[in-house]
């Protein structure tokens, strides 16, 4: 395969992800949330990224989530949740691609820290957005539980498609 055909390949791939991640952050726009906590959700459309980090490698994975991200915000969201949707992908992915490349831990593990570091990057960029320090204090231990939970649920996923899909994808 010619240079120029892989990398048409590899962009239509990023394209196919982006607008999977796309698809699961309006999907999971309709879910309830059951504790009144500003921003947070089940974060499915890190399944897309993951998925990406994975099965084609760090910067395949910024481009589909810094893409999800933007998109998801011009069109669901506001100024404001872009800004802190930005904050919670790009720490939750340094520490996801860190966590891969050096440690020995499986996807659930670096799933369940992508998901913490994700509110946490949130948090920490509403503390200083509104210079209101007591948010982390007042809402960090809740963010770190739900964090947590969604995580290993994003990882379970994203080991699942990996597993499955990855291979007859020929990643």
Same mark, same amino acid.
């Given at each position: 395969?010619?240079? $120029? ?16 991640? =796309?698809?699961?952050? *309006? ?23 993951? +998925?990406? =980090? /994975? ?17 998801? $915000? ?9 800004? /802190? ?31 913490? +570091? ?17 948010? +982390?204090?007042? *809402? ?6 739900? $964090? ?20 007859? =994808?020929?990643?």
């Amino acid at each position: 395969m010619s240079a $120029g055909n892989s990398r048409i390949r590899l962009i239509a791939r990023l394209a196919v992800l982006t607008a999977a991640a =796309l698809v699961l952050s *309006w999907l999971e726009s309709f879910i309830p949330m059951p504790f009144p906590v500003p921003g947070v959700k089940p974060g499915f459309a890190n399944i897309a990224v993951i +998925f990406t =980090l /994975y099965t084609l490698g760090s910067v395949p994975a910024l481009v589909v989530s810094l893409m999800r991200v933007l998109l998801a $915000g011009f069109m669901f969201g506001t100024m404001s949740s872009i800004l /802190y949707s930005l904050a919670g992908a790009l720490l939750s992915l340094c520490m996801m691609i860190v966590l891969k490349h050096f440690t020995d831990f499986g996807i659930v593990l670096v799933s369940t820290f992508g998901g913490i +570091f994700h509110n946490m990057g949130q948090l920490i960029c509403a503390c200083l957005v509104l210079q209101t320090p007591a948010l +982390f204090y007042s *809402w960090g231990p809740l963010l770190l539980v739900f $964090g947590t939970f969604t995580g290993i649920f994003v990882g379970l996923a994203s080991q699942f498609l990996i597993r499955r899909v990855g291979p007859i =994808l020929r990643l």
